[in-house]
């Protein structure tokens, strides 16, 4: 039996010790990226959940599932909570924001394609082990316009997704009390806030590169 700890999130510049709680995801939040999938754009926000343990720094080596078909890469701004926030309001849900980051939700398409003609849950497809790898946080006080956020993600040199926090289609304080009205968030917990277009397959030897605005910059290569 491997070890397990907990994944704690890396913020910058402090003492982050609360381990990771809960993955709060939104699905087709960027119009582009629904229709790429020819998916229809959802009347309210589609929520889903990653566990913890699907949690992983973005610089520890990653290994692909194998043998499950395509891993697609999904580039999303991620936001740290540090207050617990229950039924908040447009208006004050930014305050339980401790971090902002990117995540790579990782998917097995070919799976999730199968699950969604059966009408399964996705679990199996964007919850194993390692499925989402988080950049380190930084402070939510240095963002100073978080419609302005832009995250860009070049695979081998090439730019595939680009997508301004503006063209989301629940913006990012509306998306948290939209949550927050059904899943308490706890500090600790990560929401990440759908992808743009661009999304696609990767394969073992790849190199991201992932940008937020002038916040951070992360690169890996797969192993
Ligand atoms: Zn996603």
Same mark, same amino acid.
């Given at each position: 039996?491997?070890?397990?700890?907990?994944?704690?999130?890396?913020?910058?510049?402090?003492?982050?010790?609360?381990?990771?709680?809960?993955?709060?995801? $939104?699905?087709?939040?960027?119009?582009?990226?629904?229709?790429? &999938?020819?998916?229809? =754009?959802?009347?309210?926000?589609?929520?889903?959940?990653?566990?913890?343990?699907?949690?992983?720094? =973005?610089?520890?080596?990653?290994?692909?599932?194998?043998?499950?078909?395509? $891993?697609?890469?999904?580039?999303?701004? @991620?936001?740290? =909570?540090?207050?617990?926030?229950?039924?908040?309001?447009?208006?004050?849900? /930014?305050?339980?924001?401790?971090?902002?980051?990117? @995540? /790579? *939700?990782?998917?097995?398409?070919?799976?999730?394609?199968?699950?969604?003609?059966?009408?399964?849950?996705?679990?199996?497809?964007?919850?194993?082990?390692? @499925?989402?790898?988080?950049?380190?946080?930084?402070?939510?006080?240095?963002?100073? *316009?978080?419609?302005?956020?832009?995250? $860009?993600?070049?695979?081998?040199?090439?730019?595939?997704?680009?997508?301004?926090?503006? #063209?989301? &289609?629940?913006?990012?304080?509306?998306? =948290?009390?939209?949550?927050? #009205?059904?899943?308490?968030? /706890?500090?600790? *917990?990560?929401?990440?806030?759908?992808?743009?277009?661009?999304?696609?397959? &990767?394969?073992?030897? *790849?190199?991201?590169?992932?940008?937020?605005?002038? /916040?951070?910059?992360?690169?890996?290569?797969?192993?």
């Amino acid at each position: 039996m491997p070890e397990f700890a907990a994944f704690v999130p890396t913020l910058e510049g402090s003492h982050w010790q609360q381990p990771l709680g809960k993955i709060v995801c $939104v699905g087709r939040n960027y119009a582009e990226h629904a229709a790429e &999938l020819n998916n229809p =754009i959802p009347a309210q926000p589609l929520l889903f959940i990653k566990p913890a343990t699907s949690a992983v720094h =973005i610089k520890q080596p990653l290994q692909l599932p194998q043998g499950q078909g395509d $891993v697609h890469y999904e580039t999303e701004i @991620a936001l740290l =909570i540090g207050k617990p926030l229950c039924k908040v309001d447009d208006s004050t849900a /930014l305050n339980g924001v401790v971090g902002v980051g990117l @995540a /790579l *939700d990782l998917t097995l398409r070919d799976l999730q394609s199968e699950l969604k003609k059966q009408g399964h849950p996705w679990e199996r497809a964007k919850a194993w082990d390692g @499925a989402c790898p988080l950049t380190t946080f930084v402070p939510a006080d240095r963002v100073t *316009d978080w419609s302005a956020l832009e995250l $860009v993600m070049r695979l081998n040199g090439k730019e595939k997704q680009r997508g301004k926090a503006s #063209q989301m &289609l629940t913006p990012i304080a509306t998306l =948290i009390s939209h949550i927050s #009205q059904t899943f308490t968030l /706890l500090p600790g *917990d990560v929401v990440i806030t759908g992808t743009p277009a661009g999304v696609g397959r &990767l394969t073992s030897g *790849d190199h991201l590169e992932l940008e937020l605005t002038d /916040l951070l910059k992360e690169q890996l290569t797969l192993a």
